[in-house]
């Protein structure tokens, strides 16, 4: 399972090629531009997004290579597939939580305002949102295949885009969510076994649809 694990991430990586990463710096310099001291963390909130993508693209190019016809004959079974597939997902988070520590921190540097209410939550967003991604798309390839799984990605982009969209208007700051959370370390620990469960829910229903494909 590690060598298919390992197969998993070499594929997301390779995915952020120069069109990417051209992409992704454009919209830094238009969000530092724009946006202020919430610079770094709405293009965290976008790389979190990317990674989630990049997983699908990953998923793509594995079907244009037939790779599922070559795994049937490795003696691996549905439920070690599916486990490398989300250990993927998994190992790829600490790509989206450097990129909110590396975002903020330089827009710290170009408007010397620090905030750790605004880390933290990039820092959340970031361990958050490529599992969520996940959890939603995944099932959907499985049993529809790639351009359905895209299809349903959709609305999560949207309510990203949305959210930043309100941040660069001012219609949201960090202490409104802040104090949303009320007990913030019980939900916290709330929305750790919500994802917790959602996540095992969402590998089972990969497994049952891959297995309906073979």
């Known amino acids: 399972m590690r060598g298919m694990i390992y197969k998993d991430l070499c594929l997301f990586f390779k995915g952020m090629d120069k069109v990417v990463l051209a992409v992704l710096g454009g ?36 079907e244009k290579t037939a790779w599922r016809s070559y795994q049937r004959t ?10 490398g597939k989300y250990a993927a997902v998994l190992l790829t988070v600490p790509v989206s939580v450097a990129g909110a520590v590396v975002s903020n921190l330089a827009a710290f540097a170009m408007y010397r305002t620090f905030w750790p209410e605004v880390l933290g939550l990039s820092i959340l967003a970031a361990v958050a949102l490529p599992p969520v991604f996940a959890v939603f798309s995944l099932p959907f390839y499985y049993w529809f295949g790639t351009q359905i799984a895209q299809f349903t990605s959709l609305p999560l982009a949207f309510l990203l885009f949305y959210a930043i969209k309100n941040f660069e208007d001012g219609w949201w700051t960090v202490a409104d969510l802040v104090s949303l959370t009320g007990n913030f370390p019980l939900a916290l620990l709330t929305g750790a076994l919500a ?5 095992l829910l969402s590998l089972a229903l990969s497994a049952a649809g891959y297995c309906r494909r073979r």
Request: avoid cysteine.
């Open 74 to 83: 490795m003696p691996v079974g549905v439920g070690k597939v599916m486990a």
């Open 27 to 62: 919209l830094l310099v238009l969000l530092g531009y724009k946006s202020g001291v919430y610079a770094g963390m709405l293009f965290s909130f976008a790389l979190d997004m990317m990674v989630g993508i990049l997983h699908l693209t990953a998923l793509e190019k594995e």
């Open 195 to 199: 994802l917790a469960g959602m996540f």
